[in-house]
Every structure is written in C-alpha cells, then in structure tokens.
C-alpha cells in the first residue's frame, strides 16, 4: 500500500498564492507616478521663474509689455536707443543675475545641509556671507585689493577671497579627528560674530563716504549686476552643478546618516569635502558680487524638500529652482514695494525669510 506525500499540500487546497509579477508592475507603477510628479514640480518651477523674470521687465517705472520686450531683444536696433539700454544694460542683467544668484544660493544650502546634518545650515548662517561683507570691507573702507584685479573687480575680488578662506576653515575643522557636524557648525556660528565684530570696527573707524558704501554693499543689492560678473556666475552654476548631480546617489544615502553611508561604501570625509568645495565656489561667487543676501540659501532647500523628498536626483535641481525663483520674485518686490525706489534685494529676502528661520527653530526644538 501507497502512503501520500503528507509533505506537499493537497491538490484540492485553495489557499491563495500571491502573485509577485502584479506587485512588482504596482510597484514600477507607483515609482513612474512619483518619477512624473517629481518632474511636473521641476517643469512648473521651471515655468513660474520664466513669468517672474517677465515680470520683472513689465513691472516698475520703465515698464515694458511683452511685444515691446521680444522686439527689444529679438531686434535692438529697431527699437529707441533708451529702451535698448534700459532692456540690455539695466534689466536683463539684473533679472539673470537674480536668477543665477539663487540657483547658487539653493545649490549651496542644499549641499550643507546635507553634508552638516543640520537643517539650519547655509551660507549665511555659517559666516560665509559675514566673510565676504569683512573682506568688501576691506576693500571699501582701507583700500586693500589684490595685486594685479583692476578698480572694477577689487571689492568683489576682496570679497571672494574671505568667503573662500571661510569655507576652507569649516573644511579645515571638518578633518580634525572626533569633529563632528555639531562641531562645524558652531564654529560656523563663531565665524559669523567674529567676522561681524570685525566689520563693525572697520566701520567705526571708516569715514562718511566709505561708510555709506559699506552699508550699501552689505544690504545685497543686484543693482550691481554687469555682464561680466554674470557670465562668471553663470559659468560656475553651469561647471559645479553637474558635479552636485552626480553625487546625488551618495548625497542620498548621506542623510540616512553617516554610519549607514559608510556601511553602503560611501567615503564620507570625501563626500563633505567635495560638497564644501562646490558651495564654497557658489556661495562665494554670489555674495561677492552682489552683496550680503541671507535666507535664501536656508529657505529653498526645505521648500524644495517639502515638494520633492529626500531623493537629491530631484531635491538638488529643486532647491536651485526654488532659489532662483525666490530671488526672481524678490527683485520683482524690490523695484515696486516703494515706487521709485529700488529696495535692496538683501531686505526683501531677509523680511522673507526670517519667519521661515523662526519657524524652523521652533519646529526642531518641539514647539510647533
């Protein structure tokens, strides 16, 4: 006599079995949906600085509509002479370079806040920004330039130079053995109120016109826009911003946490170095040319996380969108808030981001 199988399971059984092909194709069908949505953010980003650079051209004493706009830069010379200088000379930079200086900013934030753990890392608030307004100091109020940088170039060339020697010092901190983000960052701190002390004696010291210079440059103000200082700032975010992209994936696995980055074979000290080097460039860059511009590079790259998540494929391009976009939208308010008047841009975005900061600050301590 035949004794059955008790091991298998009995032909007539109806226990389900499931399917792991129709989960699998949910699954790609739920990664394709959010791989569009994440898209369609960045395409509308895309779109809302393109109408906030219009914007900025049809609004204001000089106002011009959108047909007189495309003929001035499609044909310049068949429009007056005034509205070509005023389109090509005073407008068109100024509404690039906010865009340029905000995809810096954004890019910049983005990256040290990843690198440093800290979700009130930027720019600003790590005394790069203090940095570059002590070494514009040093040009406007002493006179110091760089040997070789002609007039034009001397206070930007100053100004460039200290925010780079800042960044490298949170670098240099960032290598000691048993430094953690903490550490960076309250040095960052310690960098901001030396770099102000320092500031503040200069201006004691300055006379009238210098002073009034000073304080000008350190409000951040895009009226100071040129060509030049535009295709500078355009080339860096075009040469450094394929480099954050490509160290997206590693950027990624960073926020998970430097132990599990490390575990996955990522070089964490490289990765912070390369990352340092990239927004020391930017940061740099941009606040030497157009003065102190603080939030901006602390505000984009949470709004860009809200929208977009932690994937830094999407979040790093984001949070250049939403930069460049805060900034567009802040010199648009900047030349109409008064009429007459150009506000300087550095107002407008710290009347902006202030509440952000506080808001920010308060979350983290569990008080919101």
Same mark, same amino acid.
């Given at each position: ?195 102000? =002390? $320092? %500031?503040?004696? @200069?201006?004691? !010291? #300055?006379?009238?016109?210098? *002073?009034?210079?000073? /304080?000008?440059? &350190? ?104 930069? =460049? $976009? %805060?900034?567009? @939208?802040?010199? !648009? #308010?900047?030349?109409?808030? *008064?009429?007459?008047? /150009?506000?300087? &841009? ?23």
């Amino acid at each position: 006599m035949r004794v059955p199988d008790q091991s298998r399971p009995a032909a007539s059984s109806s226990s389900p079995v499931p399917d792991l092909s129709d989960y699998a194709r949910q699954v790609r069908q739920t990664y394709r949906a959010l791989l569009r949505r994440r898209i369609g953010i960045l395409g509308v980003m895309g779109a809302l600085i393109a109408g906030s650079v219009l914007l900025d051209f049809c609004l204001g004493p000089s106002g011009l509509s959108p047909s007189a706009l495309v003929r001035t830069l499609l044909h310049p010379h068949d429009v007056s002479a005034g509205q070509s200088v005023i389109v090509w000379q005073i407008r068109l930079p100024y509404a690039l370079m906010a865009v340029c200086v905000g995809a810096a900013l954004g890019l910049a934030g983005a990256e040290m806040q990843t690198v440093l753990a800290n979700p009130l890392a930027s720019p600003f608030t790590l005394g790069v920004s203090a940095a570059a307004a002590f070494g514009a100091s040093l040009a406007i109020i002493m006179g110091w330039g760089i040997p070789g940088v002609s007039d034009a170039w001397v206070v930007s060339a100053d100004a460039f130079v200290f925010a780079i020697g800042s960044v490298l010092m949170l670098d240099m901190v960032s290598r000691r053995r048993g430094a953690g983000t903490g550490t960076v960052v309250l040095f960052g701190i310690a960098l901001v109120f030396a770099f102000h =002390a $320092l %500031v503040s004696l @200069l201006q004691f !010291v #300055a006379n009238e016109d210098a *002073l009034q210079d000073l /304080v000008f440059w &350190t409000m951040g103000s895009l009226t100071r826009a040129t060509w030049p200082k535009l295709d500078l700032l355009a080339a860096a975010c075009v040469v450094v911003a394929p480099l954050s992209f490509r160290a997206a994936w590693k950027l990624t696995v960073l926020r998970m946490g430097e132990e599990r980055a490390a575990s996955l074979g990522v070089d964490v000290p490289r990765v912070r170095r390369g990352a340092l080097l990239r927004v020391s460039i930017l940061s740099a860059l941009a606040v030497s040319f157009v003065g102190t511009i603080g939030f901006v590079g602390l505000v984009a790259p949470h709004i860009a996380r809200r929208l977009l998540g932690e994937d830094h494929r999407f979040y790093l391009p984001g949070s250049m969108l939403v930069g =460049a $976009l %805060v900034m567009s @939208l802040s010199s !648009v #308010a900047a030349r109409n808030l *008064l009429p007459g008047v /150009v506000i300087p &841009t550095g107002i407008v975005t710290a009347l902006v981001g202030i509440p952000f900061f506080l808001a920010i600050v308060l979350r983290r301590r569990g008080l919101s």
